[in-house]
């Protein structure tokens, strides 16, 4: 099993900003995360014009998907200069809808003092749940 360290540094490894055209973009953000199957999954942003493009994070658990897999054990994400990046509200939406049991998956929020926590900690009250009790 990789270590968050090592999970970065492949993150990290992922980066490759380009420029695609005048308003495109890809490989600003990079995401590793390991799924419930033990291996390990990789993406990249990419941001085009009129916001069709898509996050780092909805990349690599779309590689996760194609290989069958739907559970998110752990998961790190870097910005262009490779520090670590939180999920947006998007993907944290897109990763509980892949399974419920992703709530539960562990992001890695800051590497130095090391900060971890889980997707239902980012996402206290999902609208699943509105009006109802826990």
Known sequence: MMTYEEMLELARSKL?????GEYDSTGLVAAVLEGANGKYYAGVNIDLACGI???AERSAAAAMVTDGERTVRRFVCVDAEGKPLPPCGVCR????QLSPENARAEFLLCEKPKKICRLEELMPHPWYRMGQDK
């Open 16 to 20: 490759n900003p380009q420029r695609l």
């Open 53 to 55: 493009g898509f996050c």
């Open 93 to 96: 939406e897109f990763l509980l």
